[in-house]
């Protein structure tokens, strides 16, 4: 396992430098293996040296690029899989483990409005965007930018949270939401609120 000050999400890809020692090699037992493990967002504390409050909540990664450094260090590429959840942390011998088990929703009938819903929140992503480009921040989505789902719902909504401009723990609260209707949902009314927000500041200028 790997807690984080960050929210990978399935479908989604990361990039993850890791330099203290005990996560090294995390990093090589599981490139000697299949390269999968755990990602959890560190809800208090740091990243570092441990003594943290984990989220029972994550994302298994598997890691698709890998290159070490002549100092030990790692820079890599981890691609989002599914979500888990914790059942039970054990001792972080030489570095977290934890027994989990797969959260992934159950196969349902797509909402009849859930593909509105991801135009909806996609146009939301959209403005948030190119207003923090505006001033400065995250770049604005390419007008040719177009989802890959190929009318899959789920993996659209996924795509578009890993897109949105969001805290660590707006993401988190995505990552738990109860399928992919209610996810779009509440993606757009985050986005609704940060555009909101940029413009009283646009205004205040």
Known sequence: ??????????????????????????????????????IVLIERGSEVGGDDERSLLGTRGVITRAAELPDGRWVLE??????????????????????????????????????????????????????????????????????????????????LCAMAPLSAYDAQRLLAADGAPERLRHLAELMEQLELDLHRMLRAE
């Open 1 to 38: 396992m790997f807690p984080l000050s960050a929210v990978l999400f399935p479908h989604a890809s990361m990039p993850l430098h890791v330099f203290e020692p005990r996560y090294r090699e995390l990093m090589r037992d599981c490139l000697a293996g299949d390269g999968r493990f755990g």
């Open 78 to 159: 981890i691609e989002g899989e599914a979500r888990i959840a914790v059942d039970e942390w054990l001792p972080d011998d030489p570095y977290p483990v934890a027994l989990v088990r797969d959260a992934s929703p159950a196969a349902v009938r797509e909402d009849a409005d859930a593909a509105p819903l991801v135009i909806a929140a996609g146009q939301r992503v959209r403005r948030a965007r190119a207003l923090l480009a505006e001033q400065g921040g995250a770049p604005a989505l390419a007008p040719e930018l177009a989802l890959d789902g190929g009318g899959d719902v789920e993996l659209a909504s996924w795509q």
